[in-house]
């Protein structure tokens, strides 16, 4: 499937059928899944239920940026994979290792006169009132909370153990 952007801006999720994305005198802002998902994902595709082909990324002319999860909506939906039996917190080494297997040789990019950021963190403000929104509807606990809020600014392996510290407090 392409996904093309031409002389204007699109924001939405970044999704597997999605191929190509094609931007050109434009923005594209997708939103990258949370861990949970791309590990489903990654479990998906090595059991064959999924294309191991890349997602190819052509930015002329324009901007494309790939946004990270805010840290609450990691926490929730990982959260909700323990919860059902999907996923277990034991296993966080090997699901680590095979998420990194996975995004490695996923994405190919060009761009010419334009630009292309593929793991933008959410400002501190979205975070922050991210956070606060899920505490408030009990989503998320307070000690839970406040471990996720260490990892406000932070990327790679230290926002992911921030997470798992997090469901392991919750």
Known sequence: MIQLCAFGGYEGPLSREKKCVLTVFGGSDLNRPT?????????????????????????????TSIKCPTLAEEYIDMQQCVENGSLELGDWKSYISELDQFQSSSLMSLTLFGSFA??????????????????????ISDDSGHVLEL????????????VFQALQTG
Do not use: D
Request: net charge positive; glycine share 12%.
């Open 151 to 162: 990892g406000v600014g932070r990327s790679g392996a230290h926002r992911n153990s921030v």
């Open 35 to 63: 861990l949970a998902r791309q590990l489903m994902a990654a479990r998906g595709q090595k059991e064959g239920k999924l294309s191991t082909s890349k997602m190819i990324f052509l930015t002329l002319f324009g901007s």
């Open 118 to 139: 593929e793991h933008t963190l959410p400002s501190e403000n979205e975070e922050v009132e991210g956070l606060a929104l899920q505490m408030h509807f009990g989503n």
